[in-house]
Nanobody, 123 residues
């Protein structure tokens, strides 16, 4: 049974930091690209970060580049999203997702989705 379970969301003040975790099971993490997506109120879903399979290079959207870092630990089947310098516009439900390749993630051709975790940035 495949599962992706996000955790770590919450309320943070502008300029603060959070670490989201995606715990995976039921598939071989090393064989999949993992993406983090977010959906803000009234906006379309946006892909923000991707960790490729294999050598695990990383990709970021312009909106988070330099502030967010995606890391993976294939031995612990976990992918984290480290978020720094958070701003109110980062408020969204964040989802992790698995797909065979980074191109699949970029095209939202997702094989497995998590249920999401809410991040709220407010003073």
């Amino acid at each position: 049974q495949v599962q992706l379970v996000e955790s770590g969301g919450g309320l943070v003040q502008p300029g603060g930091s959070l670490r989201l975790s995606c715990a995976t099971s039921g598939f071989t993490l090393d064989h999949y690209a993992i993406g983090w997506f977010r959906r803000a109120p009234g906006k379309e879903r946006e892909g923000v970060a991707c960790s490729t399979s294999g050598h695990a290079s990383t990709l970021y959207s312009d909106s988070v580049k330099g502030r967010f870092t995606i890391t993976r630990d294939n031995t612990r089947n976990t992918v984290n999203l480290h978020m720094n310098y958070l701003q109110p516009e980062d408020t969204a439900v964040y989802f992790c997702a698995a797909a065979p390749t980074a191109a699949n993630v970029r095209n939202s051709e997702i094989q497995y989705w998590g249920q999401g975790t809410l991040v709220s940035v407010s003073s």
